[in-house]
C-alpha cells in the first residue's frame, strides 16, 4: 500500500508535488498552532489560579488578623465625628467645616445639646475607627477627656486629648493617634487648625515609635 502511494507521488506532475507539500507543512502548522494555543491557555488559567490564591493568602499584618481581601479599606476622605450635648455646637460646626473641603462625615451623636452620657458615643465612634468604617475620628466633650477614655476602651484605639496643634503633631507622628478629643468650648478656628494638622500630619514610621505601638496592641491583663 505504502509503495503504491509512493510510486503514485512520483507519478505526479511538479506543481501537484508542491500543493500536496505545502498542504501537509499548512496542516502541521496548524496542529502546532492549535498545541501552542492549549499551551497559553493553560498557562493563563493557571496564573489566574495563583493570583487569586495569592491574594486570598496574603501576608497578615501585625495590628489586624485579616488579609486585605477580607478588610475593609475606609475612603480616604471619610472621617467620624462624636460628642455628647457639650461638644454639640462645636460637632455641627466642625461637620460644616469639613464637608465644604469635600470630607464626607459619619456622625455617631449626640443628636442634640440636651444631657447625653459621652462613653455611648466614643464608643460608637471607636467602634466605627477599629472596623474601619471611617479613616480617623474627632471626638467631643466638655473637656475633652471623658470622651478619649471612652474611646481608648476599645483595643487599637489610640486617642489623643489635644489642645493645639503642636500636641496634635506629636500625637500623630509619634502615637499614630486616630482619634482626637476636643473639649467643647474651643475656639472654631483653634479647632479647625487642630483638625486640619490631624488629617494632615503622617505617622513617622520610626521603628521604636512602631515598637511602642505594638506594645500597647500586645498588652492584656
Not at 495590628?63 to 477580607?70: G, L, P, R, S
Not at 455611648?120 to 471607636?126: D, I, N, R, V, W
Request: aromatic share 6%; hydrophobic share 35%.
Amino acid at each position: 500500500m505504502k509503495q503504491n502511494l509512493e510510486e503514485a507521488k512520483e507519478k505526479m506532475t511538479p506543481g501537484l508535488k508542491e500543493i500536496i507539500t505545502d498542504d501537509n507543512s499548512i496542516k502541521n502548522v496548524s496542529d502546532e498552532q492549535t498545541l501552542e494555543n492549549e499551551d497559553i491557555k493553560s498557562e493563563t488559567t493557571e496564573a489566574k489560579i495563583l493570583k487569586e490564591a495569592s491574594l486570598e493568602a496574603i501576608v497578615k499584618n501585625d495590628y489586624q488578623e485579616k488579609t486585605i481581601v477580607e478588610m475593609e479599606i475606609p475612603n480616604l476622605k471619610t472621617i467620624g465625628i462624636a460628642s455628647d450635648h457639650r461638644g454639640y455646637k462645636l460637632k455641627q460646626k466642625l461637620t460644616k467645616y469639613l464637608e465644604k473641603k469635600g470630607y464626607t462625615v459619619m456622625d455617631y451623636g449626640s443628636d442634640s445639646a440636651h444631657s447625653s452620657d459621652y462613653p455611648e458615643f466614643g464608643f460608637k465612634l471607636a467602634k466605627a475607627v477599629k472596623n474601619s468604617e471611617v479613616l480617623k475620628g474627632i471626638a467631643i466633650c466638655g473637656s475633652g477627656i471623658g470622651i478619649s477614655i471612652a474611646c481608648n476602651k476599645v483595643s487599637g484605639i489610640r486617642a489623643a486629648k489635644v489642645n493645639n496643634v503642636k500636641e496634635v503633631k506629636y500625637g500623630r507622628k509619634d502615637n499614630d493617634a486616630n482619634i482626637i478629643a476636643l473639649n467643647g468650648k474651643m475656639p472654631l478656628f483653634r479647632a479647625k487648625d487642630i483638625v486640619d494638622a490631624f488629617l494632615k500630619t503622617p505617622f513617622s514610621n520610626q521603628e521604636r515609635h512602631q515598637r511602642r505601638i505594638k506594645m500597647l496592641n500586645d498588652y492584656k491583663e
